[in-house]
């Protein structure tokens, strides 16, 4: 059974710092771009973060980039988001998925039609 699950969420202050983590189990972890995805309440679902795996290149948002750095250990499965300086507008639930990676991180990794595989999300308070 192919399983993504997100830890690490909860209430920081603005300013604050969190790491979320994203471990994979039931395929072959070292086959998929993992990308970090976020919902805030009444707004579409965005792209944050992707790491790809064949050429371990990564992208981030224009709201993420400078605050936030994706990372991924391969012996754990697991992929994780470190988010500094967070500010409210940051509050969502966060989510990873995983899709093929064939060329490295492609539109579809960033948009999130080309994820088969998505975590059911952490939440992310950010308070001001």
């Known amino acids: 059974e192919v399983q993504l699950v997100e830890s690490g969420g909860g209430s920081v202050q603005a300013g604050g710092s969190l790491r979320l983590s994203c471990a994979g189990s039931g395929f072959t972890f070292d086959d998929y771009a993992i990308g970090w995805f976020r919902q805030a309440p009444g707004k579409e679902r965005e792209g944050v973060s992707c790491?790809?795996?064949?050429?371990?290149?990564?992208w981030y948002s224009d709201s993420a980039k400078g605050r936030f750095t994706i990372s991924s250990d391969k012996s754990k499965n697991t992929v994780y988001l470190q988010m500094n300086s967070l500010k409210p507008e940051d509050t969502a639930v966060y989510y990873c998925?995983?899709?093929?990676?064939?060329?490295?991180?492609?539109?579809?990794?960033?948009?999130?039609?080309?994820?088969?595989?998505w975590g059911k999300g952490t939440l992310v308070t950010v308070s001001s």
């Open positions: 998925a995983a899709g093929p990676d064939d060329e490295g991180i492609v539109p579809g990794h960033v948009l999130g039609y080309g994820m088969d595989y």
């Open positions: 790491i790809g795996s064949s050429d371990g290149n990564t």
